[in-house]
T-cell receptor, first 113, second 114 residues
Framework: GENVEQHPSTLSVQEGDSAVIKCTYSDSASNYFPWYKQELGKRPQLIIDIRSNVGEKKDQRIAVTLNKTAKHFSLHITETQPEDSAVYFCAASVNTGGFKTIFGAGTRLFVKA | GAVVSQHPSRVICKSGTSVKIECRSLDFQATTMFWYRQFPKQSLMLMATSNEGSKATYEQGVEKDKFLINHASLTLSTLTVTSAHPEDSSFYIC??????????FGDGTRLSIL
């Protein structure tokens, strides 16, 4: 089955700097890659997603890149703000005989003011 | 955006009690709902996938007789933790989707078994 690895587990940056979180996946059939932000005790919220037919997607300060050949994808947050502090999860989804999403272990991002 | 409501948000009960958690998609028809379990500072672990009108598909290691899932309508799925024990204490969270909507998560249920 699918296995998603996420690094780093913890990331601390200064306000205004960029943050990069990287994930790899194992199942070449995975074709949808969402990223979620989860604040303490709250629901994960979808912040950006990318499908396998696209290499890059950007939404304001957030961008995601996908390398299907290498089976890795990354989240880039520019001009970080303290409110960006949260846990970020990458995920890989596959739809073979049913839709399934496997999550990475999460990255705890701290943005220092 | 799409809204998924989960109830209750917090449950504290005695060992041996059965607990039912509801997950409702409020503004779209959810052909598929998922149930996850999340331990403190850990990721979301998929427990089961629930398709409307059919039996849930459980992940390896998840006891289907322990965690009963019902998806009777396109807007409601329930998870019942039967004869709960302290080791079942966790944060349970559902999500819902269809072919036009990505997964949207409920607010989660924090279950504490004494």
């Amino acid at each position: 089955g699918e296995n998603v690895e996420q690094h780093p587990s913890t990331l601390s940056v200064q306000e205004g700097d960029s943050a990069v979180i990287k994930c790899t996946y194992s199942d070449s059939a995975s074709n949808y890659f969402p990223w979620y932000k989860q604040e303490l005790g709250k629901r994960p919220q979808l912040i950006i997603d990318i499908r396998s037919n696209v290499g890059e997607k950007k939404d304001q300060r957030i961008a995601v890149t996908l390398n299907k050949t290498a089976k890795h994808f990354s989240l880039h947050i520019t001009e970080t703000q303290p409110e960006d502090s949260a846990v970020y999860f990458c995920a890989a989804s596959v739809n073979t005989g049913g839709f399934k999403t496997i999550f990475g272990a999460g990255t705890r991002l701290f943005v220092k003011a | 955006g799409a809204v998924v409501s989960q109830h209750p948000s917090r449950v504290i009960c005695k060992s041996g009690t059965s607990v039912k958690i509801e997950c409702r998609s409020l503004d779209f028809q959810a052909t598929t709902m998922f149930w996850y379990r999340q331990f403190p500072k850990q990721s979301l672990m998929l427990m089961a996938t629930s398709n409307e009108g059919s039996k849930a598909t459980y992940e390896q290691g998840v006891e289907k007789d322990k965690f009963l899932i019902n998806h009777a309508s396109l807007t409601l799925s329930t998870l019942t933790v039967t004869s709960a024990h302290p080791e079942d204490s966790s944060f349970y969270i559902c999500s819902a989707m269809n072919s036009n909507q990505p997964q949207h998560f409920g607010d989660g249920t924090r279950l504490s078994i004494l």
